[in-house]
T-cell receptor, first 113, second 113 residues
Framework: NAGVTQTPKFRVLKTGQSMTLLCAQD?????MYWYRQDPGMGLRLIHY???????AKGEVPDGYNVSRLKKQNFLLGLESAAPSQTSVYFC????????????FGPGTRLTVT | GENVEQHPSTLSVQEGDSAVIKCTYS??????FPWYKQELGKRPQLIID?????GEKKDQRIAVTLNKTAKHFSLHITETQPEDSAVYFC????????????FGKGTRLSVIA
């Protein structure tokens, strides 16, 4: 099993450009999450999904959109990137919600100039 | 919603000594408290968790204690080794049940040989 994978691993964007981060999991998990990690700020939840076709906002959703068209994939979109979105983005998945272990992907380092 | 405070933000210990990291939470309905370890450049991984029906859980050199009355839980690492050097995150569900986790801001542990 590959577990949770993320594409791409690194990306540099100019302000105003758009991009999509792809998360894929092969563990048949219902729940998927997108976090951003900034120095000293821990892991902050952007959006999450409790199943195929569903999405919900987390703590810091502004400037991001998500889609979960297939159970195994969770896409994070930035429509107009801003320097404040420079961060490391982690995807995670779990069997259930808050009381289940989350399995994280390797992360995507995004720099917006 | 849940608020999770984690202390200290940095911790240095001599190899062989013990390390303790403490987290407090705000929602008395929270019932699941995991700890994640993130090595430099790697993804977070679950190392131990505790549910609200027990007060302590051990796994070799690591243990977690929970005080529901005071709404705090702690990670204890005994006989620390250089490979314990990492960032440790505590977390708690936003509410009880299948809701996302809120993570603390992390503790950077350095074990000095």
């Amino acid at each position: 099993n590959a577990g949770v994978t993320q594409t791409p691993k690194f990306r540099v964007l100019k302000t105003g450009q758009s991009m999509t981060l792809l998360c894929a999991q092969d563990m048949n998990h219902e729940y998927m999450y997108w976090y951003r990690q900034d120095p000293g700020m821990g892991l902050r939840l952007i959006h999450y999904s409790v199943g195929e076709g569903t999405t919900a906002k987390g703590e810091v959703p502004d400037g991001y959109n998500v889609s979960r068209l297939k159970k195994q994939n969770f896409l994070l979109g930035l429509e107009s990137a801003a320097p404040s979105q420079t961060s490391v983005y982690f995807c995670a998945s779990s069997t259930g919600g808050g009381s289940y272990e989350q399995y994280f992907g390797p992360g995507t380092r995004l720099t917006v100039t | 919603g849940e608020n999770v405070e984690q202390h200290p933000s940095t911790l240095s210990v001599q190899e062989g000594d013990s390390a303790v990291i403490k987290c407090t939470y705000s929602d008395s309905a929270s019932n699941y408290f995991p700890w994640y370890k993130q090595e430099l450049g790697k993804r977070p991984q679950l190392i131990i968790d505790i549910r609200s029906n027990v007060g302590e859980k051990k796994d070799q050199r690591i243990a977690v204690t929970l005080n529901k009355t005071a709404k705090h839980f702690s990670l204890h690492i005994t006989e620390t080794q250089p490979e314990d050097s990492a960032v440790y995150f505590c977390a708690a569900p936003v509410n009880s049940g299948n809701t996302p986790l809120v993570f603390g801001k992390g503790t950077r542990l350095s074990v000095i040989a």
